[in-house]
């Protein structure tokens, strides 16, 4: 069982940056895909982008292409998620999740409880 818990989230103007972190609990994190989704009020879950196993591969959403970048170190038990450029509307609650496999899909076991990250105009 991996337990995740993030940070980083604030509040931040149109054009600049925050840095998430997701610190892993257990042994086996090496042994799951990582992911970061969020969530904005009244809209659905989406994801934002993830990494493999070794982040060797990662995906990114088209809206965050360019902008965001996910990396992990498992000598640490870390996914972080570097956001540049951010925009009003990438404000949400943004969540890590731990899976079997790397996908921007519905493929994740284990998720945390979320930072608010707020981009003002």
């Known amino acids: 069982q991996v337990q995740l818990v993030e940070s980083g989230g604030g509040l931040v103007q149109a054009g600049g940056s925050l840095r998430l972190s997701c610190a892993a609990s257990g042994r086996t994190f090496s042994s799951y895909a990582m992911g970061w989704f969020r969530q904005a009020p009244g809209k659905e879950r989406e994801s934002v982008a993830a990494i493999g196993l070794r982040g060797g591969s990662t995906l990114y959403a088209d809206s965050v292409n360019d902008r965001f970048t996910i990396s992990r170190d498992n000598a640490k038990r870390t996914v972080e998620l570097q956001m540049n450029g951010l925009k009003p509307e990438d404000t949400a609650i943004y969540y890590c999740?731990?899976?079997?496999?790397?996908?921007?899909?519905?493929?994740?076991?284990?998720w945390g409880q979320g930072t608010q990250v707020t981009v003002s105009s």
């Open positions: 999740a731990a899976g079997p496999f790397l996908s921007l899909g519905d493929s994740y076991t284990y």
